[in-house]
C-alpha cells in the first residue's frame, strides 16, 4: 500500500483530465462546431467512466475496503462520496457552456428548437418525418404492476405521465426509449428566411405523443428524459468445457444487464413519476439517482449535423505521405535500406496498408503477422490479412479479446479470420496483449528475412486520423528478428527469450525503465547533466512514480508530457521541486508513449505501447522498441520539445489539478499540434525539392 505517499487519487486524477476536455467545450477560441463535438466527447468519456472506475468504487464500497491500485488516504465510501461532487460540479458547468453554446449558435442564423417552438409548416414537416423514420423504430411500454421493464445501458428513455386536464388523478406511467442507432438523433430541417434549425429527436417524439398514444383517454402528455449506466465489468466463468470466445460472448450479455451505477433523470419530473420509478427500479435517490437536464447522451453531440460554416471547424491538416514512401513505392523495398517512422495523422495511414497489402500478395512472403486490440468496423488491415490467407499465407493473428468494449467486434473478426485458415490466438492467459506488432517474414538471399512495425497505437484506420502515434516501420534485424520471437512466444506461451533491443512487459519493462533511471540518478549525484523527457496517457504506477520522486530528490531533471491520469504531485520542496508536467488537449487525442534518457549525452529513446500504470507493467504484454535511427531520433525529440513549448493547449499538471494554461513564453504563441503538422510538411517538402535538384 502507498496511501503515506504524496499521490493524487487515480479516479479523481481522471475528472481532472475530463474537466481539461470540457475546457475545448468552453474555449471560445475552439471553434464553434468542435465545442459541440468536444461537448460529446466529455459526455461519451464520462459515461465509460461511470461504466468502468466508479463501479469499481461502489464494488469497494460494498466489500468495505480499498484495492492495491486505490492510491490516497480516502475510503471507498469518501472516494465515492467525492467522486459525485466533482460531477455534480461539473454537471453544472456543461449545461452553462451548452447554454453559451445555443446562443453562439443563434447569432450564426441556426437555432435548436424543441417541440413548442414549431411553426405550422415546421410542424407539418416533422409529423411527416416522424410518421416515415421514427414511429416504426418506437414501441412504448406500458408500466403498471406488471413486471418493471429491463432498460438498455447507456440508452436514452422517456418517461411519459399521461393524464387528463379535466381529471389530474387519472394517470398512466410509459416508457419510450428513444432509437439510438435506425435514426439520427438530430433533424435539420428546411432552411427558412437564411436560418437553419435542429431539432433533437426526444422533441420530435414529445410533438407526435398523441399520435402514439391515442388508443388512451388521455389528453395531456409529459415527458421526461432518463438514462441508466450499467456496471461494465465482465464476470467470466471457470466452466473448462466452454471455449475462451463461448466465455466471452455469454459475458457480454450479462454485462449488459450489469448492476446499474447511476439513473440520470429530467430535473423537472414530477415527484410522482420519479418516486415510481425508483421504487419500481429499486434506487435510492441521491447516490443512485442523479438530477440533470432535459437531454441526456449527450455524447451524440460528436456527430452533430455539418450544417456550419468553414470557420466553424478546426483548419483541416490532411495527411502527407512520408518523404521516403511516394505512390507506387515498393515498402519492402525501402525498408531494406532504412527505417521508417510514421507520424499520425501528421502522416497516411495508409502506408501501413501498403505494407501489408504488398505482403499479401509478394510471392516470396512466407508468415505475416500481427496483434489486434481494437481495429475498424470495415477495417482495411482485416482485408489485408484476409487476402493474405487466400494467397496462400500463413497467418498468425493475435486478437485480444478483452479490449474493453470492443470485445464483440474482435470475437466477429476472430471468427472470420478462422473461417478463412488464419492462425487465430485469443491472447495470453492472464494477461491482455496490448502490444502494437506486425511481423512479414520473406525469402531472401537463400534464407529468411524479418520485417516489423512496432507502434503506440492500435491498427484502425478511424482513429488513425485523430490520434497522434507513432509506428516504426523496420527491416533491423535487432528490432525485427526480435518481434519475430514476441511471436515464437504468442504461438507457445513457454517458450521466454532474453531481448536484447525490445522492452517487454510484464517481463522486463519495469525494471529496464527503473535502470535508465537510476543511471540518470547516478549523474546527478557525479554532478554532471541529468535529465529525461517522458510523454504517455498516464502516469499512476506507485513504483514508477516513487522512482521519479528519487530522482528528483537527487537532481535529475523530470519534465513530463501526459495527457491523461497523472498521480504524481509536482513543484514541492524535497521532494518534486524539479518535476514539471504539462498535459495537451487539443484537436487530435495526443496517444504516443515516448521515453527519452539524457543518458549523460548518449541519448537514449524509446516508443512504447505501454503508459506507466500498474496493469501495462504487471498484467500485459506491452513492447517498447530503442530508437537508433539518428534522423527518427531528431523528429520525435524535435515533437517532445516543441510539445513542451506548446502555450496554447498545454495546461500544467499541479498538485491542486487547477488546469491553468502553460504560460511560457507568451511574447510567442505555439500550439504543438499544429506546429508539429507544419515541422513534419517541412522535411517533406524539403525532400521533395533535394529530389528535384538532384534530378535536373
Known sequence: MYSNEKFINREISWLSFNERVLQEAEDPETPLF?????????????????????????????????????????????????????????????DVIYNDILEELEDNNIF???????????????????????LPNLVPIMLGKNKFPYLRDR?????????????????????????????????????????????????????????????????????????????????????????????????????????????????????????????????????????????HNQKDFMNFPEIGKKHHYYTNLPPSRHKDLPPFTSVLKVL??????????????????????????????KEIGLTIYRVASDSKVMNALLNAVRNGKIVTVVIELQARFDEEANIFWSNKLQEEGANVI?????????????????????????????????????????????????????????????????????????????????????????????????????????????????????????????????????????????????????LSHNITAISIVDKYLEHSRIFLFGAGGAEKMYISSADWMPRNLNRRIEVACPIYDASIKAELKEMLLIQLRDNSKARVLDPDLSNQYSEDGLDKKFRAQEDYYHYIKSITHSAQEETINTTE
Open 336 to 365: 531494406r535500406q532504412q527505417d521508417i517512422m510514421l507520424h499520425y495523422p501528421y502522416q497516411t495511414f495508409n502506408h501501413f496498408i501498403d505494407f501489408l497489402r504488398e505482403a499479401a500478395i509478394d510471392p516470396q512472403v
Open 426 to 574: 485469443n491472447g495470453v492467459p492472464g494477461m491482455k496483449v496490448h502490444s502494437k506488432l506486425a511481423w512479414v517474414q520473406r525469402k531472401e538471399n537463400g534464407g529468411v528475412r524479418n520485417y516489423a512495425y512496432i507502434g503506440t497505437g492500435n491498427f484502425h484506420e478511424g482513429t488513425a486520423r485523430v490520434y497522434a502515434d507513432e509506428g516504426l516501420l523496420t527491416a533491423d534485424p535487432r528490432l525485427a528478428d526480435e518481434v519475430q520471437k514476441v511471436f515464437e512466444f504468442f504461438k507457445q506461451n513457454y517458450l521466454h527469450y532474453n531481448y536484447e533491443h525490445l522492452v517487454v512487459s510484464p517481463f522486463a519493462m519495469r525494471k529496464y525503465f527503473e535502470k535508465h533511471i537510476d543511471q540518470e540518478i547516478k549523474l546527478a549525484k557525479q554532478g554532471k547533466p541529468a535529465w529525461m523527457i517522458l510523454k504517455m496517457n498516464s502516469l499512476i504506477d506507485p513504483g514508477m512514480m516513487i522512482k521519479l520522486y528519487d530522482a528528483a530528490k537527487a537532481g535529475v531533471e523530470i519534465q513530463l508530457i501526459v495527457r491523461g491520469i497523472f498521480g504524481l504531485k509536482t513543484g514541492e520542496n524535497g
Open 155 to 295: 440508452s436514452v428513455y422517456l418517461a411519459v405521465k399521461l393524464s387528463q386536464k379535466n381529471n389530474p388523478k387519472e394517470v398512466l406511467y410509459s416508457l419510450i426509449r428513444i432509437p439510438g442507432r435506425s435514426v439520427p438523433r438530430f433533424l435539420v430541417l428546411p432552411e427558412e428566411d437564411g436560418k437553419q434549425f435542429v431539432m433533437i429527436l426526444d422533441d420530435i417524439i414529445r410533438f407526435c405523443m398523441e399520435d402514439i398514444f391515442f388508443y388512451f383517454d388521455h389528453d395531456q402528455y409529459d415527458a421526461y428524459t432518463i438514462k441508466i449506466t450499467r456496471d461494465a465489468e465482465l464476470d467470466l466463468d471457470d466452466d473448462i468445457s466452454k471455449s475462451f470466445i463461448e466465455k466471452m460472448s455469454q459475458s457480454l450479455k450479462k454485462r449488459k444487464k450489469g448492476k446499474p451505477v447511476r439513473l440520470i433523470y429530467d430535473r423537472n419530473m414530477p415527484d410522482d413519476l420519479l418516486q415510481f420509478l425508483l421504487k419500481r427500479m429499486k434506487l435510492a435517490e441521491g447516490s443512485d439517482a442523479v438530477p440533470g437536464g432535459r437531454y
Open 34 to 94: 468542435e465545442r459541440i463535438r468536444f461537448i460529446g466527447i466529455f459526455s461519451n468519456n464520462l459515461d465509460e467512466f461511470f461504466r468502468v472506475r466508479v463501479a469499481t468504487v461502489r464494488r469497494m464500497v460494498s466489500l468495505g475496503k480499498d484495492e492495491e491500485n486505490l492510491l490516497g488516504d480516502m475510503t471507498p465510501n469518501e472516494l465515492h462520496n467525492k467522486i459525485q461532487n466533482i460531477v455534480h460540479q461539473q454537471q453544472r458547468k456543461l
Open 112 to 134: 435548436m428548437i424543441n417541440e413548442a417552438q414549431l411553426t405550422e409548416k415546421q410542424g407539418k414537416f416533422v409529423k411527416s418525418y416522424f410518421y416515415d423514420k421514427v
